[in-house]
Protein backbone atom coordinates (compact mmCIF):
# COMPACT_ATOMS: atom_id res chain seq x y z
CA UNK A 1 0.00 0.00 0.00
CA UNK A 2 1.83 3.15 -0.78
CA UNK A 3 -0.31 5.24 1.67
CA UNK A 4 -3.62 5.18 -0.05
CA UNK A 5 -7.05 2.99 0.52
CA UNK A 6 -5.79 -0.41 0.12
CA UNK A 7 -7.20 -2.24 -3.06
CA UNK A 8 -8.88 -5.32 -2.71
CA UNK A 9 -9.53 -7.57 -5.79
CA UNK A 10 -12.84 -9.56 -5.96
CA UNK A 11 -12.89 -12.28 -8.79
CA UNK A 12 -15.99 -12.52 -10.50
CA UNK A 13 -17.12 -15.73 -12.72
CA UNK A 14 -19.76 -16.26 -14.92
CA UNK A 15 -22.26 -17.73 -11.63
CA UNK A 16 -20.51 -15.73 -8.89
CA UNK A 17 -23.28 -14.18 -6.62
CA UNK A 18 -21.31 -12.71 -3.68
CA UNK A 19 -19.15 -10.67 -5.26
CA UNK A 20 -20.72 -7.72 -4.22
CA UNK A 21 -21.00 -8.62 -0.50
CA UNK A 22 -17.21 -9.27 -0.70
CA UNK A 23 -16.49 -6.10 -2.25
CA UNK A 24 -18.95 -4.32 0.21
CA UNK A 25 -16.90 -6.00 3.17
CA UNK A 26 -14.00 -4.72 1.56
CA UNK A 27 -15.15 -1.18 1.53
CA UNK A 28 -17.07 -1.07 4.59
CA UNK A 29 -14.66 -2.96 7.14
CA UNK A 30 -11.41 -2.20 5.56
CA UNK A 31 -12.06 0.90 4.42
CA UNK A 32 -10.61 -0.44 1.02
CA UNK A 33 -11.24 0.28 -2.76
CA UNK A 34 -12.88 -3.02 -4.08
CA UNK A 35 -11.59 -3.87 -7.74
CA UNK A 36 -13.77 -6.24 -9.86
CA UNK A 37 -11.61 -8.47 -12.06
CA UNK A 38 -13.52 -10.17 -14.73
CA UNK A 39 -12.25 -13.93 -15.40
CA UNK A 40 -11.02 -13.43 -18.63
CA UNK A 41 -8.58 -10.53 -18.31
CA UNK A 42 -4.64 -11.92 -16.78
CA UNK A 43 -4.53 -8.35 -15.37
CA UNK A 44 -5.10 -8.49 -11.42
CA UNK A 45 -4.45 -4.39 -11.67
CA UNK A 46 -1.79 -4.55 -8.75
CA UNK A 47 -4.51 -5.23 -5.77
CA UNK A 48 -3.17 -5.96 -2.58
CA UNK A 49 -5.27 -8.57 -1.78
CA UNK A 50 -8.10 -11.13 -3.65
CA UNK A 51 -10.43 -12.62 -2.57
CA UNK A 52 -12.63 -15.60 -4.83
CA UNK A 53 -16.18 -14.88 -3.62
CA UNK A 54 -19.28 -17.38 -2.89
CA UNK A 55 -21.49 -18.47 -5.85
CA UNK A 56 -22.30 -21.09 -8.66
CA UNK A 57 -19.29 -20.24 -10.82
CA UNK A 58 -20.22 -22.41 -14.33
CA UNK A 59 -23.11 -23.68 -12.77
CA UNK A 60 -21.00 -26.06 -10.71
CA UNK A 61 -20.99 -28.40 -14.22
CA UNK A 62 -18.73 -31.19 -13.29
CA UNK A 63 -18.07 -30.33 -9.61
CA UNK A 64 -17.92 -27.15 -7.76
CA UNK A 65 -14.97 -25.27 -8.72
CA UNK A 66 -13.92 -27.67 -11.43
CA UNK A 67 -14.49 -25.01 -14.72
CA UNK A 68 -13.28 -22.09 -12.34
CA UNK A 69 -10.15 -22.64 -11.89
CA UNK A 70 -8.96 -23.15 -15.64
CA UNK A 71 -10.30 -18.92 -15.58
CA UNK A 72 -7.54 -17.01 -17.43
CA UNK A 73 -7.68 -15.29 -14.14
CA UNK A 74 -6.92 -18.07 -11.72
CA UNK A 75 -3.39 -18.07 -13.38
CA UNK A 76 -2.28 -14.44 -12.00
CA UNK A 77 -4.21 -15.72 -8.85
CA UNK A 78 -1.94 -19.10 -8.40
CA UNK A 79 1.06 -16.88 -9.11
CA UNK A 80 -0.01 -14.30 -6.54
CA UNK A 81 -0.27 -16.63 -3.89
CA UNK A 82 2.67 -18.14 -4.79
CA UNK A 83 4.26 -15.10 -4.31
CA UNK A 84 2.75 -15.01 -0.58
CA UNK A 85 0.28 -12.39 -1.72
CA UNK A 86 -3.10 -12.63 0.83
CA UNK A 87 -5.92 -14.95 -1.03
CA UNK A 88 -9.26 -15.23 0.39
CA UNK A 89 -11.16 -17.75 -0.74
CA UNK A 90 -15.17 -18.00 0.30
CA UNK A 91 -17.92 -20.89 0.43
CA UNK A 92 -16.95 -21.40 -3.94
CA UNK A 93 -14.07 -19.69 -3.72
CA UNK A 94 -12.54 -22.22 -1.28
CA UNK A 95 -14.47 -24.96 -3.76
CA UNK A 96 -12.20 -23.17 -6.73
CA UNK A 97 -9.00 -22.82 -4.58
CA UNK A 98 -8.90 -26.63 -3.67
CA UNK A 99 -9.42 -27.50 -7.43
CA UNK A 100 -7.06 -25.14 -8.27
CA UNK A 101 -4.53 -27.16 -6.08
CA UNK A 102 -3.55 -23.96 -4.06
CA UNK A 103 -5.35 -25.79 -1.05
CA UNK A 104 -4.96 -29.78 -0.35
CA UNK A 105 -8.56 -31.79 -0.25
CA UNK A 106 -11.62 -31.45 -1.92
CA UNK A 107 -15.05 -30.12 -0.59
CA UNK A 108 -17.83 -33.02 -1.33
CA UNK A 109 -21.65 -33.70 -1.28
CA UNK A 110 -22.89 -32.44 2.26
CA UNK A 111 -23.25 -35.85 4.09
CA UNK A 112 -26.97 -35.03 4.75
CA UNK A 113 -27.76 -34.11 0.63
CA UNK A 114 -29.12 -30.78 1.78
CA UNK A 115 -28.33 -27.45 0.59
CA UNK A 116 -27.45 -25.84 4.05
CA UNK A 117 -28.57 -22.10 4.75
CA UNK A 118 -28.45 -20.76 8.47
CA UNK A 119 -25.99 -19.39 10.90
CA UNK A 120 -23.25 -22.18 12.78
CA UNK A 121 -20.88 -21.63 15.40
CA UNK A 122 -16.92 -21.39 14.42
CA UNK A 123 -14.35 -22.28 16.76
CA UNK A 124 -10.74 -20.19 16.28
CA UNK A 125 -8.20 -22.88 15.80
CA UNK A 126 -5.55 -20.75 14.89
CA UNK A 127 -5.64 -17.24 15.68
CA UNK A 128 -1.92 -16.44 14.10
CA UNK A 129 -2.91 -16.45 10.46
CA UNK A 130 -3.02 -13.05 8.22
CA UNK A 131 -6.81 -13.51 8.05
CA UNK A 132 -7.45 -13.83 12.17
CA UNK A 133 -4.62 -12.31 14.21
CA UNK A 134 -7.84 -10.04 15.64
CA UNK A 135 -9.80 -12.93 16.99
CA UNK A 136 -8.83 -15.05 20.12
CA UNK A 137 -7.81 -18.52 20.17
CA UNK A 138 -10.72 -20.72 20.91
CA UNK A 139 -12.91 -17.55 20.22
CA UNK A 140 -16.58 -18.79 18.88
CA UNK A 141 -18.10 -17.21 15.86
CA UNK A 142 -21.69 -17.07 14.75
CA UNK A 143 -21.03 -17.09 10.97
CA UNK A 144 -23.47 -18.27 8.37
CA UNK A 145 -22.93 -20.96 5.90
CA UNK A 146 -25.04 -21.83 2.13
CA UNK A 147 -23.68 -24.63 0.44
CA UNK A 148 -24.78 -27.97 -0.87
CA UNK A 149 -20.90 -29.45 -1.23
CA UNK A 150 -19.13 -28.42 1.70
CA UNK A 151 -17.98 -31.67 2.74
CA UNK A 152 -14.36 -31.42 3.44
CA UNK A 153 -12.80 -34.19 2.78
CA UNK A 154 -8.80 -35.08 2.39
CA UNK A 155 -6.45 -38.36 2.59
CA UNK A 156 -5.11 -39.50 6.70
CA UNK A 157 -2.03 -38.37 5.58
CA UNK A 158 -3.29 -34.53 3.98
CA UNK A 159 -4.95 -34.24 7.25
CA UNK A 160 -2.81 -35.62 9.55
CA UNK A 161 -0.08 -32.49 8.02
CA UNK A 162 -2.50 -29.89 8.28
CA UNK A 163 -3.25 -30.29 12.08
CA UNK A 164 0.37 -31.06 12.57
CA UNK A 165 1.58 -27.68 10.97
CA UNK A 166 -1.57 -25.61 12.88
CA UNK A 167 -3.37 -25.02 9.35
CA UNK A 168 -6.83 -25.42 10.23
CA UNK A 169 -8.32 -22.43 10.92
CA UNK A 170 -11.54 -23.17 11.86
CA UNK A 171 -13.78 -25.98 13.13
CA UNK A 172 -17.57 -26.21 13.45
CA UNK A 173 -18.72 -25.78 16.87
CA UNK A 174 -21.64 -25.83 19.06
CA UNK A 175 -22.01 -22.56 21.02
CA UNK A 176 -19.65 -23.04 23.65
CA UNK A 177 -17.12 -24.15 21.41
CA UNK A 178 -17.17 -27.68 22.28
CA UNK A 179 -16.31 -29.61 18.40
CA UNK A 180 -19.32 -32.27 17.93
CA UNK A 181 -20.63 -34.37 15.43
CA UNK A 182 -24.02 -32.48 16.08
CA UNK A 183 -22.26 -29.07 15.36
CA UNK A 184 -20.94 -30.54 12.22
CA UNK A 185 -23.46 -29.19 9.58
CA UNK A 186 -21.76 -31.20 6.10
CA UNK A 187 -19.54 -34.17 7.14
CA UNK A 188 -16.53 -32.51 6.71
CA UNK A 189 -13.46 -34.65 8.36
CA UNK A 190 -12.91 -33.64 12.04
CA UNK A 191 -15.36 -30.70 11.64
CA UNK A 192 -12.70 -28.16 9.20
CA UNK A 193 -14.54 -25.41 8.04
CA UNK A 194 -11.68 -23.56 6.59
CA UNK A 195 -8.20 -24.35 6.09
CA UNK A 196 -5.01 -22.11 5.17
CA UNK A 197 -2.00 -22.73 2.68
CA UNK A 198 0.57 -21.05 0.64
CA UNK A 199 4.36 -20.36 1.67
CA UNK A 200 3.06 -17.66 4.29
CA UNK A 201 -0.31 -19.28 5.36
CA UNK A 202 -1.04 -16.43 2.87
CA UNK A 203 -4.23 -18.32 1.38
CA UNK A 204 -7.88 -19.35 3.15
CA UNK A 205 -10.27 -21.61 2.31
CA UNK A 206 -13.37 -21.30 4.05
CA UNK A 207 -17.24 -22.58 3.69
CA UNK A 208 -19.07 -20.32 5.86
CA UNK A 209 -19.25 -16.37 4.59
CA UNK A 210 -17.85 -13.93 7.00
CA UNK A 211 -18.90 -11.21 4.62
CA UNK A 212 -22.32 -12.14 5.53
CA UNK A 213 -21.77 -11.48 8.91
CA UNK A 214 -19.85 -8.07 9.12
CA UNK A 215 -22.32 -5.46 9.80
CA UNK A 216 -25.15 -5.20 12.25
CA UNK A 217 -28.11 -5.43 10.02
CA UNK A 218 -26.94 -9.04 9.28
CA UNK A 219 -27.78 -11.15 12.48
CA UNK A 220 -23.94 -11.09 13.22
CA UNK A 221 -20.56 -8.66 13.41
CA UNK A 222 -18.36 -11.70 14.00
CA UNK A 223 -17.24 -11.87 10.21
CA UNK A 224 -16.16 -8.34 11.03
CA UNK A 225 -12.53 -9.61 12.27
CA UNK A 226 -11.40 -11.66 9.64
CA UNK A 227 -11.59 -8.39 7.47
CA UNK A 228 -9.88 -6.02 10.15
CA UNK A 229 -7.13 -9.22 10.11
CA UNK A 230 -6.91 -8.89 6.72
CA UNK A 231 -6.51 -5.33 6.44
CA UNK A 232 -3.62 -5.28 8.99
CA UNK A 233 -2.07 -8.11 7.71
CA UNK A 234 -1.56 -6.14 4.55
CA UNK A 235 0.72 -3.15 6.07
CA UNK A 236 3.53 -5.54 6.51
CA UNK A 237 3.64 -6.86 3.12
CA UNK A 238 4.00 -3.99 0.59
CA UNK A 239 6.23 -6.20 -0.40
CA UNK A 240 3.48 -8.55 -2.41
CA UNK A 241 1.63 -7.08 -5.00
CA UNK A 242 -0.53 -8.37 -7.61
CA UNK B 1 -13.77 -41.63 -35.07
CA UNK B 2 -13.06 -43.54 -31.49
CA UNK B 3 -15.73 -42.96 -28.93
CA UNK B 4 -14.92 -42.85 -25.14
CA UNK B 5 -16.43 -43.19 -22.20
CA UNK B 6 -15.69 -42.49 -19.14
CA UNK B 7 -16.78 -43.67 -15.58
CA UNK B 8 -16.27 -41.22 -12.71
CA UNK B 9 -16.93 -42.56 -9.71
CA UNK B 10 -16.39 -41.34 -5.64
CA UNK B 11 -13.68 -43.46 -4.12
CA UNK B 12 -14.49 -46.34 -2.23
CA UNK B 13 -13.81 -45.13 1.36
CA UNK B 14 -15.85 -41.63 0.66
CA UNK B 15 -19.45 -41.70 1.95
CA UNK B 16 -21.63 -41.57 -1.03
CA UNK B 17 -24.51 -39.26 0.08
CA UNK B 18 -26.60 -39.78 -2.97
CA UNK B 19 -25.82 -43.42 -2.80
CA UNK B 20 -26.50 -43.86 0.53
CA UNK B 21 -30.06 -41.94 -0.12
CA UNK B 22 -30.82 -43.60 -2.86
CA UNK B 23 -30.12 -47.18 -1.03
CA UNK B 24 -32.73 -46.29 1.24
CA UNK B 25 -35.25 -46.25 -1.19
CA UNK B 26 -34.59 -49.32 -2.90
CA UNK B 27 -35.51 -51.00 1.00
CA UNK B 28 -38.18 -49.24 0.77
CA UNK B 29 -39.26 -50.53 -2.22
CA UNK B 30 -38.74 -53.88 -0.70
CA UNK B 31 -35.24 -54.86 -2.29
CA UNK B 32 -33.72 -54.70 1.26
CA UNK B 33 -30.86 -57.30 0.33
CA UNK B 34 -29.62 -54.62 -2.39
CA UNK B 35 -26.92 -52.98 -1.05
CA UNK B 36 -23.27 -50.78 -1.30
CA UNK B 37 -25.49 -48.40 -4.12
CA UNK B 38 -22.87 -46.05 -5.72
CA UNK B 39 -23.87 -43.31 -8.06
CA UNK B 40 -21.47 -41.44 -10.36
CA UNK B 41 -21.03 -39.87 -13.74
CA UNK B 42 -20.87 -40.96 -17.32
CA UNK B 43 -18.92 -39.00 -19.75
CA UNK B 44 -18.93 -39.66 -23.73
CA UNK B 45 -16.56 -38.15 -26.23
CA UNK B 46 -15.38 -38.47 -29.69
CA UNK B 47 -12.09 -37.88 -30.86
CA UNK B 48 -10.00 -38.50 -33.76
CA UNK B 49 -6.99 -40.94 -34.31
CA UNK B 50 -6.69 -44.46 -33.40
CA UNK B 51 -8.14 -45.99 -29.89
CA UNK B 52 -4.89 -46.38 -27.96
CA UNK B 53 -4.24 -42.33 -28.71
CA UNK B 54 -7.93 -42.17 -28.15
CA UNK B 55 -7.07 -44.09 -24.32
CA UNK B 56 -4.47 -41.93 -23.60
CA UNK B 57 -5.76 -38.49 -24.67
CA UNK B 58 -9.01 -39.35 -22.48
CA UNK B 59 -6.56 -40.97 -19.61
CA UNK B 60 -4.64 -36.94 -19.52
CA UNK B 61 -8.31 -35.13 -19.42
CA UNK B 62 -9.47 -37.15 -16.59
CA UNK B 63 -6.39 -36.23 -14.74
CA UNK B 64 -6.55 -32.77 -15.45
CA UNK B 65 -10.26 -31.90 -15.24
CA UNK B 66 -12.68 -34.74 -15.75
CA UNK B 67 -12.15 -36.51 -12.12
CA UNK B 68 -10.97 -34.76 -8.71
CA UNK B 69 -8.07 -37.49 -7.58
CA UNK B 70 -9.13 -36.55 -3.84
CA UNK B 71 -12.62 -37.60 -4.05
CA UNK B 72 -12.97 -39.84 -7.12
CA UNK B 73 -11.70 -42.23 -8.99
CA UNK B 74 -12.60 -42.98 -12.92
CA UNK B 75 -12.54 -45.82 -15.83
CA UNK B 76 -12.40 -45.52 -19.31
CA UNK B 77 -13.95 -47.71 -22.01
CA UNK B 78 -13.09 -46.75 -25.79
CA UNK B 79 -14.97 -48.07 -29.18
CA UNK B 80 -12.83 -48.05 -31.83
Given amino acids: MNG ?11 GSNCDTDAGNAAREVMG ?22 GGFSYGDA ?19 AEQGGLVLGICNGFQILCEAGLLPGALARNEGLRFVCRHVYLRVENAETPFTAHYRPGEVLKVPIAHGEGRFTCDEATCERLQAENRIVFRYCEPDGRVTQDANPNGSVHNIAGIVGGPRNNVLGMMPHPERASSCGLGSEDGRRLFTSLQAGLVGRADVRA | MPKITVYVTLKPTLLDAQGRTVEGAVHHLGYEDVTNVRIGKIIEMEMPGGAEEARERARVLCDKLLANPVTESYRIEVQP
Fill in chain 1, 4 to 14: GAARVGVIVLP
Fill in chain 1, 62 to 80: LRAGAIARFAPLMDSVARF
Fill in chain 1, 32 to 53: AEPVYLWHESRDLQGVDAVIVP
